[in-house]
């Protein structure tokens, strides 16, 4: 299979309409969350999670916490894609934290909701730049998460893309491993492709992101990696652009710079 067709097997589809109910509107909702994260529209997403934050805390328990922390965390990672770097990034991933733990309580152990605090609690490790003691800090509230998150996550593309990444764009000893960040995309993408297959009637609000985000992290990869290779950047990007057709970072920001990089550059 084509890189392009398994892009577009990743690619949102449309799906005939049902009768109007607490369901739809949740479906609505999500589905604005994530078009907001991928224009990254952060005005939109604060507003989501206020929206979100309006319905009946009893209907969709752990999903409606899980989109809230959702909302906040990408609203931060888009702000790391502006100039001057806004100043809530912390805000956000902090008070994103806390919609996950709450979805963790009602739902124990649920892999989704772990994926999202690691995720955020890496960003707040970046954010904390030489301030060591709070670093330290950081890593012992978040690594014991992480672990489980590596050890249960081996055929979930959300785990694989957020550890694919740890493991090129950290610090060594905990990254800085091209072939093993690679080597775990990759799988992040069969993940997703086996996961679209196995489930593609699944509620709308059950996470299911993550193939896209692999393409896109891929991408990166092999666009900054020491030895670039522009033709392996290229055909990751497209196949992102291809499953989220307006992924601003992608389209504005990551493929000009791929671009950029000399023919030849491997």
């Not at 752990?62 to 502006?82: D, P, V």
């Not at 550890?163 to 060594?172: K, R």
């Amino acid at each position: 299979m084509t890189l392009f067709v398994w892009a577009l097997a990743l690619a949102p589809m449309d799906v005939p309409p049902a009768p109007p109910c607490a369901g739809d509107r949740m479906s609505a909702i999500v589905a604005e969350v994530k078009s907001a994260d991928y224009r990254g529209d952060r005005a939109a997403l604060a507003r989501l999670e206020g929206i979100l934050d309006e319905g009946d805390g009893g209907s969709f328990g752990e999903y409606r916490e899980y989109w809230k922390g959702f909302a906040l965390w990408r609203r931060a990672l888009n702000g790391f894609n502006e100039t001057p770097t806004p100043s809530d990034l912390a805000e956000d991933l902090e008070k994103a934290i806390v919609h996950f733990r709450r979805s963790l309580d009602l739902r124990p152990n649920w892999i989704e909701a772990r994926i999202g605090i690691v995720g955020c609690g890496a960003s707040l490790l970046f954010l904390a730049g030489n301030d060591e003691a709070k670093k330290q800090a950081l890593r012992k509230e978040f690594v014991p998460m992480l672990q489980a998150v590596q050890k249960e996550g081996g055929e979930n593309p959300r785990a694989l893309w957020l550890i694919g990444g740890m493991q090129f764009g950290a610090p060594p000893p905990y990254g800085g491993d091209l072939a093993k960040a690679t080597a775990t995309l990759t799988h992040g993408l069969a993940a997703a492709w086996s996961e679209s297959t196995a489930r593609p009637s699944s509620s709308p609000w059950v996470p299911t992101w993550g193939g896209a985000e692999n393409l896109m992290n891929l991408a990166y990869i092999w666009s900054h990696a020491s030895a670039p290779n522009k033709s392996q950047a290229l055909a990751y990007a497209q196949g992102a652009i291809t499953a989220a057709p307006d992924w601003h970072y992608v389209k504005d920001i990551l493929l000009p710079q791929i671009q950029k990089l000399p023919e030849t550059g491997r």
